[in-house]
């Protein structure tokens, strides 16, 4: 078992930016696609971003494309999503998740551990 820890979130001005954080305490992620997932009260838990193993390849949701920016640093063992441009659309529960690819990471049915969650809120 792996417990996905997360971090950074809170409340910013529309516009603004946030950079979450997680990583798993006493275990390596390296070996793990590793992405974000987020949740709005009365919506389904949707991807966010994902990035492999290594940290060469990445994907997004179109919805954050352009704004957000998944990283990861395993001499850390810790993943990053940075956050800017902020909008309400983007006020929800942040999840963090590990997979065992960049495939399987896409679909909350497969992904394999998942983080406690950070709320982010975003004020007008």
């Known amino acids: 078992q792996v417990q996905l820890v997360e971090s950074g979130g809170g409340l910013v001005q529309a516009g603004g930016s946030l950079r979450l954080s997680c990583d798993a305490p006493g275990r390596t992620l390296s070996s793990y696609a590793m992405g974000w997932f987020r949740q709005a009260p009365g919506k389904e838990r949707e991807f966010v971003a994902g990035?492999?193993?290594?940290?060469?390849?990445?994907n997004y949701a179109d919805s954050v494309k352009g704004r957000f920016t998944i990283s990861r640093d395993n001499t850390r063992n810790t993943v990053y999503l940075q956050m800017n441009s902020l909008n309400s659309d983007d006020a929800a529960i942040y999840y963090c998740a590990a997979a065992p690819s960049l495939i399987t990471l896409r679909h909350t049915t497969t992904v394999k551990y998942w983080g406690q969650g950070t709320q982010v809120t975003v004020s007008s």
């Open positions: 990035t492999s193993w290594s940290g060469g390849s990445t």
